[in-house]
């Protein structure tokens, strides 16, 4: 129900744009989170945006460098990802909740899609 796409491989101080886009329902009723998850690593969370009002939540790791918006026209949700650096390289997963209060806990989103791959090297 959920797609993320956008990941590629991009050297270090560069940009990548993922977009999770949804085909059975409208993304706006929902707050939408990117996850990662590094190998050996547990899922994190990135960034949220929320259902109501907009507001926006970053992990401390790429605050400044990330930003999650809407594209209600495209029904579709963006993460730009600028200055990446190597830590960064992760599957990116999108997800869907309603409710709850915790944007960056995996437990907490009803629903998921799969991940993208992106890598950072040079």
């Known amino acids: 129900q959920l797609q993320a796409s956008g990941g590629g491989l991009v050297q270090p101080g560069g940009s990548l744009r993922l977009s999770c886009a949804a085909s059975?329902?409208?993304?706006?009723?929902?707050?939408i989170g990117w996850f990662r998850q590094a190998p050996g690593k547990e899922r994190e969370g990135v960034s949220c945006?929320?259902?109501?009002?907009?507001?926006?939540y970053y992990a401390d790791s790429v605050k400044g460098r990330f930003t999650i918006s809407r594209d209600n026209a495209k029904n579709t949700v963006n993460l730009q990802m600028n200055s990446l650096k190597p830590e960064d390289t992760a599957v990116y997963y999108c997800?869907?909740?309603?409710?709850?209060?915790?944007?960056?806990?995996?437990?907490?989103?009803?629903?998921w899609g799969q991940g993208t791959l992106v890598t950072v090297s040079s």
């Open positions: 997800a869907a909740k309603v409710g709850g209060s915790r944007w960056n806990e995996n437990f907490e989103y009803d629903y």
């Open positions: 059975a329902f409208t993304l706006d009723y929902y707050a």
């Open positions: 945006i929320s259902s109501s009002d907009g507001s926006t």
